[in-house]
Nanobody, 115 residues
């Protein structure tokens, strides 16, 4: 059993910053990739950023240059540093792990950016 717990969401003004954390617990092994997704009201869930087992990363075009994904393998924790936030970044952010080619999701954390 794997559990993912996100934290760090909240309300911030446009131009501000937030850092999201995702702590993984349970039987953690053979992680293929870790990532952050988001879902705004009335929209589909979309990939924000992903970090692969080898350390390579990829970002959605809308956040490239503003968001940074990272991980601490010793703590089984992943982070998303979000800078220069915009109102259109408002969404529920979900942590995701692809482990042994199975998908695991966190419960989500709300990020609201006011204009």
């Amino acid at each position: 059993q794997v559990q993912l717990v996100e934290s760090g969401g909240g309300l911030v003004q446009a131009g501000g910053s937030l850092r999201l954390s995702c702590a993984a617990s349970g039987s953690i092994f053979s992680i293929n990739a870790m990532g952050w997704y988001r879902q705004a009201p009335g929209k589909q869930r979309e990939l924000v950023a992903r970090i692969h087992s080898g350390g390579s990363t990829n970002y959605a075009a809308s956040v490239k240059g503003r968001f940074t994904i990272s991980r601490d393998n010793a703590k089984n924790t992943m982070y998303l540093q979000m800078d220069s936030l915009k109102p259109e970044d408002t969404a529920v952010y979900y942590c995701h792990i692809l482990m042994n080619y199975n998908n695991y999701w966190g419960q989500g954390t709300q990020v609201t950016v006011s204009s």
